[in-house]
T-cell receptor
Framework: GAGVSQSPRYKVAKRGQDVALRCDPI?????LFWYQQALGQGPEFLTY????????KSGLPSDRFFAERPEGSVSTLKIQRTQKEDSAVYLC???????????FGNGTRLTVT | DQQVKQNSPSLSVQEGRISILNCDYT??????FLWYKKYPAEGPTFLIS?????DKNEDGRFTVFLNKSAKHLSLHIVPSQPGDSAVYFC?????????????FGKGTKLSVKP
């Protein structure tokens, strides 16, 4: 497809389980961002890749959160030992280099029970 | 402390009238501002942006105004249409327009009544 694709769309996890969220970027987009959006809030920055290099991970809330983009295309956000406060929509966004808008995927809604 | 604030959680406007959505920011280092529109169960979609070297940017029915001294920006939609009903997020960056780490407000839900 032409847009940013995220899977799964919905994920329910029991507290303590590990989850992996996938992002397929728009072809040719070198910049990739992960954001977390809690209910009633705006998206909050988690981490940023340029190609395969993770240039900024200052927004990751704890060491349970890990992101990778090994070949500079598909990215995976992994959350270990999920907690209830991890429940949110996780948004992936990509862009070409420089001054261009972010293109967001439709997100993965994670619910931790 | 929130760096980007959208103090109105919701706004209701009649079709054909003007919608004005407001946004305030606290960080004087921000130099690039954007508005995103979000429908339910979809990701945000870029609407319009403005660099801090300008005070106005227009794109069709959408105009963004920037008042740097007041650290305030607004999005005007004229005329408003029912399809404009969505949540609007204001976002800011201090990366000189290269996007980078965007700081988002909490959003304003706009309802345009036919």
């Amino acid at each position: 497809g032409a847009g940013v694709s995220q899977s799964p769309r919905y994920k329910v996890a029991k507290r303590g389980q590990d989850v992996a969220l996938r992002c397929d970027p728009i072809s040719g987009h070198v910049s990739l961002f992960w954001y977390q959006q809690a209910l009633g809030q705006g998206p909050e920055f988690l981490t940023y890749f340029q190609n395969e290099a993770q240039l900024d991970k200052s927004g990751l809330p704890s060491d349970r959160f890990f992101a990778e983009r090994p070949e500079g295309s598909v990215s995976t956000l992994k959350i270990q030992r999920t907690q209830k406060e991890d429940s949110a929509v996780y948004l992936c966004a990509t862009s070409t280099r420089g001054n261009s808008p972010l293109h967001f995927g439709n997100g993965t809604r994670l619910t931790v029970t | 402390d929130q760096q980007v604030k959208q103090n109105s959680p919701s706004l209701s406007v009649q079709e054909g009238r003007i919608s004005i959505l407001n946004c305030d920011y606290t960080n004087s280092m921000f130099d690039y501002f954007l508005w995103y529109k979000k429908y339910p169960a979809e990701g945000p979609t870029f609407l319009i942006s403005i660099s801090s070297i300008k005070d106005k940017n227009e794109d069709g029915r959408f105009t963004v105004f920037l008042n740097k001294s007041a650290k305030h920006l607004s999005l005007h939609i004229v005329p408003s249409q029912p399809g404009d009903s969505a949540v609007y997020f204001c976002a800011a960056s201090d990366y000189g327009g290269s996007q980078g780490n965007l700081i988002f407000g909490k959003g304003t839900k706009l309802s345009v009544k036919p």
